[in-house]
């Protein structure tokens, strides 16, 4: 295997994209590197001290810093899509926009954010997620009677029931009405750069992108993609693709 346990075993070819649009103005590029030998859940970790750096702690960070304290790698099914994809040959392409890029943004962003209409958008959240998921009141009630914290076992499987699709709308509409700028920022612009990515990719020619050692072993152009996102970029993205004259199918699942 080439790649196995987060670990890259030989050098892989990858595709990703150069730009800021939109929001920084400019094009999107579509380039190519070759991805060294690595431990990549390692680098993966530590998202947490790379948003120290910004000078405004902000609660993108401390969810992260969260998560990591328990063990929990943000971005581990990432990870897993591009070890199953390196597993089968397939052409990895890395579709969303550079953190540093969104870290800046997202820097813009709260300094136009107002932080009471944050609150009431997280204590409204807060309500919406109890009424839809008993089990969180339960497990509140639980914790407060034994006096223990939440396990990293019972964080995982509340994260897990967390993630569906009717929960993580209703979650970026309260954080889009609340905070505009911020859902531009975080979620909006990337919505918008993977399309678009999406979009380039299939109408370019990877030979004019891949270096001369794959071009025998990758097609001139892509008949199938599979798109790894977040759960709260799927409406956003489906929605830019259908703009740029994109139809879905339905699935045969």
Request: net charge negative; hydrophobic share 40%.
């Amino acid at each position: 295997h080439a790649f196995r346990n987060g670990q890259i075993n030989r050098p892989i070819t990858i595709l990703f994209f150069t730009g800021e649009s939109p929001g920084g103005g400019g094009n999107i590029t579509l380039q190519s590197a070759i991805l060294a030998p690595q431990n990549l859940e390692k680098r993966s970790r530590g998202v947490a001290r790379l948003l120290e750096k910004m000078t405004l702690k902000n609660p993108i960070q401390e969810m992260y810093e969260g998560l990591e304290a328990r063990g929990i790698t943000a971005g581990a099914e990432f990870i897993t899509a591009v070890e199953e994809g390196v597993n089968i040959d397939s052409l990895i392409i890395l579709g969303d926009r550079r953190m540093d890029i969104t870290l800046r943004r997202l820097a813009t962003a709260l300094f136009h954010t107002d932080p009471q209409k944050l609150m009431e958008a997280d204590r409204i959240i807060t309500l919406k997620l109890r009424d839809r998921i008993p089990e969180i009141t339960q497990l509140e009630e639980e914790l407060k009677r034994q006096k223990r914290e939440l396990s990293t076992e019972e964080l995982t499987l509340l994260v897990e029931q967390i993630k569906t699709k009717e929960t993580t709308e209703e979650i970026m509409k309260e954080m889009q009405k609340a905070a505009p700028e911020l859902y531009q920022a975080l979620v909006g612009e990337r919505d918008i750069f993977m399309a678009r990515g999406m979009d380039i990719v299939f109408s370019s020619s990877l030979s004019s992108v891949l270096p001369p050692p794959s071009l025998t072993a990758s097609p001139s152009s892509l008949q199938t993609m599979v798109a790894v996102i977040g759960l709260g970029h799927v409406s956003g993205v489906g929605k830019e693709l259908q703009s740029l004259g994109w139809q879905f199918v339905p699935s045969q699942c």
